[in-house]
């Protein structure tokens, strides 16, 4: 990748890492689906009126819109609030980068290389560390949820790809569309009924729909259209580990600001996770590099 490519990725990152710290905040004040639905109503309006339906065809832009809106953060803020920690949860949701390079060769009719079974191995004995270490605060089903989450991030990534060049800010603005009425729907179902979620959105303070705001134009405007446009300039095993940086940032703050704990086996998780997927980025061309040598 180019430096300025590298430094939008990095940018990305940063604010997806550290969103996990809002999250949890901001789900004081929101049930997790209404929260959801929130997010992408901001997310699609007013914008939809300023740029124009991208050329990508309807079927795509609803499984983008359903598989990021109801998949990945429907689940995650469900997932957050009360199954598994904000810390953890920027962790395990990277399984993503195995989803999106398994789809990328499912539809190459590729198989799997050795170097990426040892990678996966490694990436899941470190989500087993986490499942035995199971507690109040992180339990077996807030990390399969979180799994899920990483798939369906996966489908959305495949998604945008299979999309071809097309203007990534409008994909995701026009994508929203599909997520908004099942998150509603879900809200409706499970979390009280429109009296419930008014109640929810006329009592939440300032802050919780800065919190809103801050997850529809930084987190989905920004950071879904700019990772979207990455993806479309460069191939899945090379776009899809960046955010390998998620977890650091996402730990980190919410160590600082929400005290989460930091303890030996969340440390040598983390580590066995990164590992497994920096060995499925960077073993190819160290391969190359060490056979100059040996």
Known sequence: MPISHLLLALAIVAVWGTN?????????????????ALRYV??????????????????????????????????????????????????????QVFFTIGFAMFFAKEWLKLYQVVALAVAITGLGIIAVHTDATTTALGL????????????????????GSINMFSYVVWASAFAIP?????????????GSMAAAMSSAPTGAWIGVLWQSWANTLFGYAAWGWLLSKHPAAVVAPAPLLVPIFGMGASAFFLSEPLPLWKILAAGLVIAGLMVNLFWPSLRIRLARYF
């Open 20 to 36: 996990f710290v809002v999250i949890k905040i901001s789900l004081a004040s929101f049930p997790p689906f209404l929260f959801a």
């Open 42 to 95: 901001f997310a699609l309006l007013p914008m939809v009126f300023f740029v124009p339906r991208p050329k990508a065809s309807w079927t795509s832009l609803c499984v983008y819109g359903v598989a990021v809106g109801v998949g990945q953060f429907g689940v995650l803020y469900l997932a957050i609030d009360g199954n598994i920690s904000p810390g953890l949860a920027s962790l395990v949701i990277q399984t």
């Open 144 to 163: 399969a949820m979180v799994v899920f989450c990483g798939l369906s991030w996966g489908i959305a990534n495949t998604t945008s790809r299979r999309a």
């Open 182 to 194: 099942p998150l509603f729907l879900l809200a409706w179902i499970f979390e009280g009924g429109w």
